[in-house]
């Protein structure tokens, strides 16, 4: 498997934008995740899905700030309209679930700028 | 809300054994506690995970301690590769609604040549 696959690696756009970023999670794992990581706020988990359905999006920012998963191997998150402060570095994980199989595998991220 | 405290930085010699400590006073019983690290650039890694015994892996060893209410990673022999931010965070791995993987602020790990 080529882990965790994310898409574009480096985003700039212009405030006002709406940006789009991709994630391909490992085959077979159950869980996804979407986090976003500034120097300020650290890593922050934004939202997580069980199997397809979001289980807590209590960390999503604002309603500009919106994620799906319409199936096991592809979820998005979108920023629209997005705004300087969204610069930061979006990574998106997926993992198994077991007592014993557990690892979370990240992917490389993408760094967004908006400018 | 992490529900894990690590100290903000610590140091270490190369070649010489890491001990980095977690505090996790509110576990509950399905907790596992989890350790990640990620270099720079870079996306998190996984180290290591327990319940209540103590682990090892190729990369570390897992010591906690007997009421669960900390733990501590090890790391045997540090290189220079090994210098990284290491989370310590507690996941419920029964699932459901519990399955979120939340890190705090870690701890920078600096290992001098």
């Known amino acids: 498997d080529a882990g965790v696959i994310q898409s574009p690696r480096h985003e700039v756009t212009e405030m006002g934008q709406e940006v789009t970023l991709r994630c391909k999670p490992i085959?077979?794992?159950?869980?996804l995740f979407w986090y976003r990581q500034t120097m300020m706020r650290g890593l922050e988990l934004l939202i997580y899905?069980?199997?397809?359905?979001?289980?807590?999006d209590s960390g999503m920012p604002e309603d500009r700030f919106s994620a799906k998963m319409p199936n096991a191997s592809f979820s998005t998150l979108k920023i629209q309209p997005s705004e300087p402060r969204d610069s930061a570095v979006y990574f998106c994980?997926?993992?198994?679930?077991?007592?014993?199989?557990?690892?979370?595998?990240f992917g490389q991220g993408t760094r967004l700028t908006v400018v | 809300d992490a529900k894990t405290t690590q100290p903000n930085s610590m140091e270490s010699n190369e070649e010489e054994p890491v001990h980095l400590p977690c505090n996790h006073s509110?576990?509950?019983?399905?907790?596992?506690i989890h350790w990640y690290r990620q270099l720079p650039s870079q996306g998190p890694e996984y180290v290591i995970h327990?319940?209540?015994s103590n682990v090892n892996n190729r990369m570390a060893s897992l010591a906690i301690a007997e009421d669960r209410k900390s733990s501590t990673l090890i790391l045997h022999r540090a290189t220079l590769r090994d210098a990284a931010v290491y989370y310590c965070?507690?996941?419920?791995?029964?699932?459901?609604?519990?399955?979120?993987?939340?890190f705090g602020k870690g701890t920078k790990l600096s290992v001098k040549p």
């Open positions: 994980a997926s993992s198994p679930l077991g007592q014993l199989n557990t690892e979370a595998f």
């Open positions: 085959s077979g794992h159950d869980y």
């Open positions: 899905f069980n199997n397809n359905v979001p289980i807590d």
């Open positions: 509110t576990i509950s019983g399905t907790d596992y």
């Open positions: 327990g319940l209540t």
């Open positions: 965070i507690l996941r419920d791995n029964y699932g459901g609604s519990q399955g979120n993987l939340i």
